[in-house]
């Protein structure tokens, strides 16, 4: 488990330091192919009725409240490339941690 927590923190410090000055058109072009890779995802389950309807809107009205506030944030942020370098590197350092705990339960380690 130490092995992943460290090549984890490694990657995520690469991702950090590989971001430039292009933060907010990288930021920007992962929002893309996200958003495309769900909604071929969600086409995918809603043609085979595994969708919860409920559940997906609860989840789309987070994704909108928590896009408006990341948006105003990284506006914000814009005017100060150095602090948003910073937020954008926690952030994927703290879901790589989260994933790898996540996993880790998961295979019983």
Do not use: P
């Amino acid at each position: 488990m130490l092995l992943f927590i460290v090549s984890g923190t490694i990657v995520g410090f690469v991702i950090g330091l590989l971001g430039g000055d292009g933060s907010i058109a990288a930021i920007g072009s992962s929002l893309v192919s996200v958003d495309t890779f769900g909604l071929m995802t969600a086409i995918s389950y809603t043609l085979s009725d595994l969708v919860n309807w409920w559940i997906m809107f609860e989840f789309v009205g987070g994704g909108v409240d928590g896009g408006t506030v990341g948006a105003w944030l990284a506006a914000r942020l814009s005017k100060q490339q150095c602090t948003l370098h910073y937020v954008f590197s926690g952030v994927v350092m703290l879901v790589t941690i989260y994933m790898l705990i996540i996993n880790a339960e998961a295979l019983d380690w």
